[in-house]
């Protein structure tokens, strides 16, 4: 069935580190992939999303392609603020349908100042 | 994009009690979604609830323990049944309005 593998956290970096988040899936059509972010305390919110190969989602300075070739969705940014801490989900959904997200295992975040 | 709310935000409750939580959309969707996060887990998506017809459970889950209503195109309850430890969760709905998923703050439930 389909899948997503993340990363494995925590991952703890200080102010204005680059960061990267790594995501792969498995699908047995062409999924949308999605990252979601949950701030300590909070629900979840789509930080960003593309829906077929080549795009790139962008949102805050954060940035993944889809990549088909290899299957990923890496998550990625410049210069991580203290703000940024929080749980980043992975997740996907069969293509034309945002209804059935399956997510990845979350990786938390920590920015140190 | 959606504005959801939802009612607790958080309880502490007995063993062998029931929590009924609400959660409010501010426009009218077809389908709303109950999730369930456990302690430093990922989410896990309970059912579907469409308006106007019984919910859609997903494997694990079950009717009489998670009854949920869908009374109109903007509101859902999902009720926590005969509750346990092992309830002690973050649930959260959730609404697809336009191809992109959008949650609730989530309710907290801790089960003494």
């Known amino acids: 069935g389909d899948s997503v593998t993340q990363m494995e956290g925590p991952v703890t970096l200080s102010e204005e580190a680059f960061l990267t988040i790594n995501c792969t899936y498995t699908a047995t059509g062409y999924p949308s992939l999605f990252w979601y972010v949950q701030y300590p305390g909070e629900g979840l919110q789509l930080l960003l999303k593309?829906?077929?190969?080549?795009d790139k989602g962008s949102n805050k300075g954060f940035e993944a392609t889809y990549r088909k070739e290899t299957t990923s969705f890496h998550l990625e940014k410049g210069s991580v603020q203290v703000s940024d801490s929080a749980v980043y989900f992975c997740a996907l959904s069969l293509s034309g349908s945002a209804r059935q997200l399956t997510f990845g295992s979350g990786t938390q975040l920590t920015v140190l100042p | 994009s959606a504005v959801i709310s939802q009612k607790p935000s958080r309880d502490i409750c007995q063993r062998g009690t029931s929590l009924t939580i609400q959660c409010q959309v501010d426009?009218?969707?077809?389908?709303m979604f109950w999730y369930r996060q456990q302690p430093g887990q990922s989410l896990t998506l309970i059912a579907t609830?469409?308006?106007?017809?019984?919910?859609?459970?997903e494997s694990g889950f079950v009717i009489d323990k998670f009854p949920i209503s869908r009374p109109n195109l903007t509101f859902s309850t999902l009720t926590v049944s005969n509750m346990s430890p092992e309830d002690s969760s973050i649930y959260l709905c959730?609404?697809?309005?336009?191809?992109?998923?959008?949650f609730g703050p989530g309710t907290r439930l801790l089960v003494l």
């Open positions: 959730s609404v697809v309005p336009r191809e992109t998923q959008y």
């Open positions: 609830a469409n308006q106007g017809s019984e919910a859609t459970y």
């Open positions: 593309a829906t077929k190969a080549d």
């Open positions: 426009s009218q969707v077809t389908m």
